[in-house]
């Protein structure tokens, strides 16, 4: 099966080739297992506090839980976002997500904005929210909470037709052209928000988690928060601080004189 698979680190020529063709690509095994463990329990431990009793996600858990923290600016991923965004940008959002045990297949959708429709931006949906997805369970096999996901579909001028999206069985849902991801846990997914995708079923005993860093030019509103935490600003790093979008503007809003985050090769 074809499988954009890249290597960490640098945004290559072939990488970005393989970005604008798919919409996403595949890093494999950047977290070893300790941090998978490190990671899968505090995930764990977001969604016991909230009490999700099903499907849900959970936003600034980086705020309280060092091992997501660290996600933010990974060595692994970072490059990749610089290299397709340059070095303007935010996080975003950090959403935690979970499917419970024998989780049903998810509804076909884009990510954006439902204040206001990315399509109405232009065609092809321009790149807003650029998703660093990692996998904190095995997901080596079809039917194992995978992302599925249609190459390409970020290029295409045409929707997914209605009766596919909302089809009231799985055989109605199906696309012939679908592709699973199946990573080992560990394993990063980047992918641009116009890619048409869904949760695909979950077939294990087990809830399945998956920490997703989503980062955006840095006029976008920041969607799991409307203030920054204090504590956590004093005691993080400058760069995260940065990603955070706490940033001088002297040229409101963001003009020449705004300065990108601290990145350590400057």
């Known amino acids: 099966m074809l499988n954009p698979v890249i290597q960490p680190g640098h945004l290559t020529e072939l990488d970005r080739f393989i970005f604008e063709s798919w919409g996403y690509f595949i890093i494999p095994d950047v977290l070893s297992e300790d941090e998978v463990a490190a990671c899968l329990a505090a995930s764990k431990r977001l969604h016991e506090a909230a009490g999700t009793p099903a499907f849900g996600q959970i936003g600034r858990g980086y705020e309280t839980e060092p091992a997501l923290e660290h996600l933010i600016d990974h060595p692994a991923v970072l490059p990749k976002i610089r290299g397709l965004y340059g070095d303007r940008f935010i996080l975003q959002a950090g959403w935690n ?117 989503i980062y955006s030019p840095p006029w976008v509103r920041s969607s799991d928060r409307l203030h920054n935490d204090p504590a956590f600003l004093q005691r993080t790093t400058p760069l995260r601080r940065a990603f955070m979008g706490e940033f001088d503007r002297p040229d409101a809003p963001y003009g020449a004189g705004y300065t990108p985050p601290p990145f350590d090769n400057e």
Request: proline share 7%; glycine share 12%; hydrophobic share 35%.
């Open 97 to 213: 997500t979970k499917q419970p045990a024998h989780g049903p297949m998810g509804g076909w959708h884009q990510d954006g904005s439902g204040a206001y429709d990315f399509k109405k931006l232009g065609h092809p949906i321009p790149l807003l929210q650029l998703r660093a997805s990692f996998l904190l369970n095995d997901q080596t096999r079809p039917r194992m909470g995978n992302m599925e996901l249609i190459p390409g579909s970020h290029r295409s001028l045409v929707g997914l037709p209605e009766g596919v999206r909302r089809g009231e069985s799985e055989e109605a849902r199906a696309v012939p052209i679908g592709h699973v991801i199946c990573a080992t846990a560990g394993s990063v997914l980047i992918f641009h928000n116009a890619v048409w995708h869904r949760t695909y079923a979950h077939d294990g005993d087990y809830d399945r988690y998956t920490m997703h860093m």
